[in-house]
């Protein structure tokens, strides 16, 4: 299983978008983060637990830019998905981030679970909202990648999957 993810991510980087290196990033990312464990709380900050909150900035930042790449991408109403779910992430990320001291402190913090899991489905949601949107516009891609000087252009494979000509 993460031979073959591993695997879809370097061939989508060989396809050359922006978008798909941040796809990459994402993937090597979570090759990582069984490195970076949580503790529980009430424990003594580690290493792993300053990687976990490292990472998780990290991952953000490349899920706010796969967004910022999808919503150029296509049209005004996906735009404007895109943007709303932006505005929601920040605002879930904002009540999760309030709760920050309180969590430093050992304090109840019962709502930060649920705050992060909102954000979490709310990018999920997102991302199904991207396939379809690709599955309704197969061609996007390869117009795009095709107009870029320099690169050889894409054929499609009777299945329709997008490869670089050989050159």
Known sequence: ???????????L????????LVVLAAVLLRLVGPLALMHLRGTELTRTDTMHIVLAIVTVLLML???????AAFGKRFCLYSIATVVSLVAFGALTGLDGPRIAANLLTPWVGVWERINIGVFLLWVAVLAIALLRAPDTAGRVIRDEPGRPPLERDPLGIARRAEG
């Open 13 to 20: 980087a060989a396809v050359g978008s922006p978008f798909d």
């Open 65 to 71: 830019l796969a967004i910022g790449f999808g919503a």
């Open 1 to 11: 299983m993460l031979r073959r993810r591993v695997g879809t991510a370097w061939w």
